[in-house]
């Protein structure tokens, strides 16, 4: 294989992983009904959110900090600072598992007031 080649593929590869990097930075929003709390996973699918007894909505969607989907049963019984909104029942449909950074902004900033 050609030096030029190597170096090619050298420079495609770091491309790659920028790109990579740059889309796991993108800021998330959240809809306008959007609640602030601690999530604990008591008994699936009962949870307690700062304290008050609350019920995850069948076909309800917890996103961890990478955005990713996470099952209730994988968040064991630690406390996560979340952001999340009810559905018309008054149970928990929608959960965001926040970083640092994102729990040390005030909800009211995060909230898009165009999303549901």
Request: charged letters at 20%; aromatic letters at 6%; glycine letters at 6%.
């Amino acid at each position: 294989m050609s030096v030029t080649t190597r170096l090619l593929r050298l420079l495609t590869i770091f491309l790659l992983a920028t790109l990579t990097f740059s889309a796991m930075a993108i800021d998330r929003d959240f809809p306008a009904s959007t609640l602030r709390g601690k999530l604990t996973v008591t008994d699936y699918p009962n949870v307690t959110i700062n304290g008050n007894a609350l019920r995850l909505s069948p076909g309800s969607r917890i996103w961890n900090t990478q955005q990713l989907t996470q099952t209730p049963n994988s968040l064991g019984s630690d406390t996560y600072v979340v952001n999340y909104t009810l559905n018309v029942q008054g149970d928990i449909d929608r959960v965001w598992i926040l970083t640092s950074d994102e729990a040390g902004q005030k909800v009211d900033a995060q909230r898009n007031s165009l999303k549901r």
